[in-house]
C-alpha cells in the first residue's frame, strides 16, 4: 500500500515536471523584414504571438519600417503585445557582409536614434553578424560598441566567442558594462565551458537560444549539460523565433512550442525567468 502510494507520488511529480511552461513569453530575437510583410501581415504575426502567449518582443528588422510599423500599430497594444525596438544595422542583404566599415551605417543609426519609435525610444542595436570575427574591429564595430555602452542600448549579436571578447574590448568599460546579448549563444556551438567562461567574465552578457547546437535532446527536452549550466546561471538567458527568413514565421507556434516544452523541465521559477523574467527586468517591460 505504502508503495503504491509512493509509486502514485512519483508519477504525480513526474508529470508535474513534465509539464510545459505555461507562463509568458519574451520573444527577445524578432524580425519583421520587407519580405515578411506580404504573406504575413501585421494582423497575422500579431495573431502568432497571441495565441502563443508571447507578450513582449525584441523588434528588430530590414528595413527598420517593419519594426516601426509594430511600434506604431494600435493591433499591437490590443494583442497584449509589448515593442521593446533595437535599430537594425541593415538595409539590404548587402549590408550583412559590410556594416562593420560602412560609416553610413554609423548615421543611419543616428537617424534612428534621434527619430525613435512611437512605442518609444530604440532600446539597442542589432541584430548584426560577424562572420569573421576580426571585423569586431572594423571602425563602425568599434564606434558602435562605444555608443552602445554611452547610451545603455542593448546590442544583439550573431557572433562567435572570439568575436564576444573582441567587441566586449572595444567598450568604455571593457565589457563590464555593456548589455551584449549573445545571439544564439554561439550558432557555431561554442564549447558549454567556453559558454560559462564567458558569462563569469562578463557580469552583463546575455544568452538568447534561438537555434543554440546541443541545447536539446531527445523529445525537445534539455540537454543534460544544458540543463545545469541554465540552473547555474538562470538570470542570464532568454528566448528568440529569430523570423529571420518566413519560414519561421510558418513555424511560430512550434517554435514557441518547443521552448515551452523545454523550459517545462525546469523548476517554475527559473523557467519564468528564461521565458519572461530576465528580459522584462533588462527592458523594464511589466
Ligand atoms: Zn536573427
Redesign the pocket.
Known amino acids: 500500500m505504502r508503495l503504491l502510494a509512493l509509486a502514485a507520488a512519483l508519477s504525480f511529480a513526474g508529470a508535474v515536471l513534465a509539464a510545459d511552461y505555461s507562463g509568458p513569453l519574451f520573444d527577445t530575437?524578432l524580425?519583421y523584414n520587407d519580405e515578411a510583410q506580404g504573406p504575413y501581415p501585421l494582423p497575422d504575426v500579431l495573431a502568432r504571438m497571441q495565441r502563443n502567449g508571447v507578450k513582449a518582443i525584441v523588434a528588430n528588422s530590414r528595413t527598420n519600417d517593419g519594426t516601426k510599423a509594430l511600434a506604431a500599430s494600435p493591433q499591437t497594444s490590443q494583442a497584449g503585445v509589448t515593442v521593446v525596438p533595437f535599430v537594425r544595422l541593415y538595409r539590404t542583404r548587402a549590408d550583412y557582409d559590410n556594416w562593420f566599415r560602412d560609416e553610413s551605417v554609423y548615421t543611419m543609426v543616428q537617424t534612428e536614434l534621434a527619430s525613435g519609435t512611437a512605442a518609444g525610444p530604440y532600446r539597442g542595436l542589432g541584430?548584426f553578424h560577424l562572420y569573421d570575427s576580426a571585423n569586431a574591429n572594423g571602425p563602425v564595430a568599434r564606434k558602435l560598441m562605444a555608443l552602445a555602452e554611452e547610451k545603455n542600448l542593448a546590442v544583439l549579436a550573431?557572433v562567435d566567442d572570439a568575436a564576444i571578447d573582441l567587441l566586449m574590448a572595444n567598450t568604455p568599460s571593457k565589457g563590464q558594462k555593456v548589455r551584449l546579448i549573445w545571439?544564439h549563444t554561439g550558432i557555431g556551438g561554442a564549447p558549454i565551458g567556453r559558454v560559462e567562461q564567458l558569462l563569469a567574465k562578463y557580469p552583463l552578457l546575455m544568452g538568447e537560444l534561438s537555434y543554440r547546437p546541443g541545447l536539446t535532446c531527445e523529445g525537445g527536452k534539455l540537454c543534460p549539460e544544458w540543463r545545469a549550466l541554465l540552473l547555474k546561471y538562470p538570470t542570464r538567458f532568454m528566448i528568440g523565433s529569430?523570423t529571420?527568413v518566413n519560414q519561421r514565421w510558418a513555424q511560430y507556434d512550434d517554435l514557441m512550442k518547443g521552448y515551452r516544452t523545454w523550459l517545462g523541465d525546469l523548476p517554475v521559477d527559473a523557467a519564468r525567468r528564461i521565458g519572461w523574467d530576465n528580459a522584462a527586468s533588462l527592458f523594464g517591460v511589466k
Do not use: F, K, L, M
Open positions: 530575437h524580425h541584430e550573431h545571439a529569430d529571420w
